[in-house]
């Protein structure tokens, strides 16, 4: 596993089988072992010929249906079985020791997440580079705990298998509970609200918009006094110092007790924002004229910053990222230009399961698109890292 011919070196593999197939301009090299090489190393078998596909500029994939690995293009093992070495020094073997007992775990939020490798043997950390390509695909497919091997990853869900023919970016590991849906234009399977190859819109699940105070939606369940879902969260706020231990479940247990018990949760989540956005807009001077998306995100940040726990913990709970983050923005939907961009971008660095391109389609989604919020969705999709997978 080290590259070289010791027999009696501890941490063995077999030699990667390559066996090529097809005519002309279809031919591929078929691996034939890649389960076997990977079961050895530790790690997915989706990593390594991503990695090859990546080393050798060529197209990759592992069938779904027979399971059959692939790159395209006549490939020699000799190569092949490079490129497993190079890929087992660089993403799986200990920085320090060189040895391949590690696991994987991830740090930070957003842009400022970053890959390590903990060995098993000298307990010393070994940084990947983020910046790098491959680096940022694992980081989007973190490996489960390794059942075979040497390798591991450590707190990381269960990955589901990934069909690299279509977009990486659409795969994501970290959310189990999201369900794709089929374009009906292309076919295409992706659990977005909008298809990445063919950008026909596709019917999620709806989140009400929240009018003003008073006035409760139809799907809202109104107690005796007829006080709608928005005022009895907003009493329930007022009397709550918005500190980490105001929690969720807090939420639930009044608004059982005030008749809500239908209340679903992106209901609450986007009750929640538009309180909070509110009372910090209650705080703030609007009135000084147009002002810079970045200058109202600071203004509001110290109400939001209160809040914050909260909102996480909801957003957390609605189990789909692209659902949940659709109602924070319909919650804030009624501000106007840059004051809405300003309170969006202050929620994006608050709450982590706020993710760029789950932002971006909300805010395309809104019947009405100002200047600044054009702009907001054009930088966050340029911003977008999964684009560079």
């Given amino acids: 596993?080290?590259?070289?011919?010791?027999?009696?070196?501890?941490?063995?593999?077999?030699?990667?089988?390559?066996?090529?197939?097809?005519?002309?301009?279809?031919?591929?090299?078929?691996?034939?072992?890649?389960?076997?090489?990977?079961?050895k190393v530790g790690r997915p078998p989706e990593h390594l010929i991503v990695y090859l596909g990546q080393s050798l500029n060529?197209?990759?994939?592992?069938?779904?249906?027979?399971?059959?690995?692939?790159?395209?293009?006549?490939?020699?093992?000799?190569?092949?079985?490079s490129c497993v070495l190079k890929f087992i020094r660089e993403t799986v073997m200990c920085h320090h020791c060189h040895n391949p007992e590690t696991s994987c775990y991830i740090e930070g939020k957003k842009k400022s997440k970053v890959l390590y490798l903990c060995c098993k043997a000298c307990q010393k950390r070994s940084d990947l580079d983020p910046t790098d390509?491959?680096?940022?695909?694992?980081?989007?497919?973190?490996?489960?705990?390794?059942?075979?091997?040497?390798?591991?990853?450590?707190?990381?869900?269960?990955?589901?298998?990934?069909?690299?023919?279509?977009?990486?970016?659409?795969?994501?590991?970290?959310?189990?509970?999201?369900?794709?849906?089929v374009c009906p234009k292309c076919g295409h399977k992706t659990s977005k609200a909008e298809c990445?190859?063919?950008?026909?819109?596709?019917?999620v699940e709806d989140v009400p918009?929240?009018?003003?105070?008073?006035?409760?939606?139809?799907?809202?369940?109104?107690?005796?006094?007829?006080?709608?879902l928005y005022s009895s969260i907003s009493r329930w706020m007022a009397t709550q110092d918005g500190a980490s231990t105001t929690s969720a479940e807090d939420l639930h247990d009044w608004l059982i007790s005030q008749g809500h018990i239908h209340a679903k949760l992106p209901e609450k989540l986007s009750v929640v924002?538009?309180?909070?956005?509110?009372?910090?807009?209650?705080?703030?001077?609007?009135?000084?004229?147009?002002?810079?998306?970045?200058?109202?995100?600071?203004?509001?940040?110290?109400?939001?910053?209160?809040?914050?726990?909260?909102?996480?913990?909801?957003?957390?709970?609605?189990?789909?990222?692209v659902v949940a983050t659709k109602a924070v923005v319909c919650a804030v939907q009624m501000i106007k230009d840059s004051a809405m961009v300003?309170?969006?971008?202050?929620?994006?660095?608050?709450?982590?399961?706020?993710?760029?391109?789950?932002?971006?389609?909300a805010c395309r989604s809104l019947p009405n698109h100002c200047l600044s919020l054009e702009q907001f969705i054009k930088w966050l999709e340029e911003d977008d890292p999964d684009r560079d997978a």
């Fill in 342 to 361: 300003g309170i969006l971008l202050c929620l994006r660095e608050l709450v982590d399961g706020i993710d760029d391109c789950d932002l971006a389609l």
């Fill in 133 to 181: 390509r491959f680096v940022k695909f694992m980081m989007q497919h973190l490996p489960p705990e390794c059942m075979h091997g040497h390798a591991g990853s450590s707190g990381a869900a269960p990955a589901k298998p990934l069909d690299l023919s279509e977009e990486p970016a659409d795969a994501r590991p970290q959310n189990t509970h999201k369900e794709k849906m």
């Fill in 58 to 81: 060529a197209a990759c994939k592992i069938e779904k249906d027979t399971g059959k690995a692939y790159v395209t293009g006549v490939h020699s093992a000799t190569d092949l079985q």
């Fill in 1 to 39: 596993m080290d590259g070289s011919d010791d027999p009696f070196y501890r941490y063995q593999m077999p030699a990667l089988l390559v066996k090529v197939e097809g005519t002309s301009k279809m031919r591929k090299s078929v691996l034939v072992n890649l389960v076997d090489v990977c079961r």
């Fill in 209 to 228: 918009l929240l009018e003003e105070e008073g006035h409760a939606d139809s799907h809202n369940i109104e107690t005796d006094d007829g006080m709608g």
């Fill in 273 to 321: 924002v538009q309180a909070a956005t509110k009372e910090a807009c209650a705080v703030c001077d609007f009135e000084t004229g147009k002002l810079q998306p970045k200058v109202v995100a600071s203004q509001v940040q110290p109400t939001m910053q209160k809040w914050q726990p909260l909102i996480e913990q909801l957003h957390d709970k609605v189990g789909d990222e």
């Fill in 196 to 203: 990445r190859k063919c950008g026909m819109s596709i019917v």
